[in-house]
């Protein structure tokens, strides 16, 4: 994943799945997403629930929104995705 996450293109949209315990065990993995999240790139990532200093802090980020997963919206949320990032 970190070779991916290097190539991200302003302008771009970049899908980070997931943003979990086993991914953010790695520090080189953790600094290449808290660098994605500067590059101006649009970022679409399936982040835990659980708390972590790096997921805590994206969520918190005046340009971040979180839209919760649930069953009422999962069927509908790509779509969603796509209009929101003009990718219709």
């Known amino acids: 994943a970190l070779p991916a996450l290097g ?8 899908v980070v799945d997931e943003l979990g315990k086993m ?3 790695s520090r ?8 994605l999240f500067e590059t101006g790139t649009n970022v679409v990532a399936t982040v835990h629930v659980f708390r ?11 340009d971040v929104e ?3 997963i649930a069953p009422s ?5 790509p779509d969603e995705l796509a ?3 003009g990718a219709e």
């Open 7 to 14: 190539l991200a293109a302003e302008g771009g949209v970049v």
């Open 23 to 25: 991914e953010l065990a």
């Open 28 to 35: 080189a993995f953790r600094k290449a997403v808290a660098t």
């Open 52 to 62: 972590h200093p790096l997921t805590d802090t994206l969520k918190e980020r005046r």
């Open 66 to 68: 979180v839209l919760r």
């Open 73 to 77: 919206n999962r069927d509908s949320l």
């Open 83 to 85: 209009r929101r990032l």
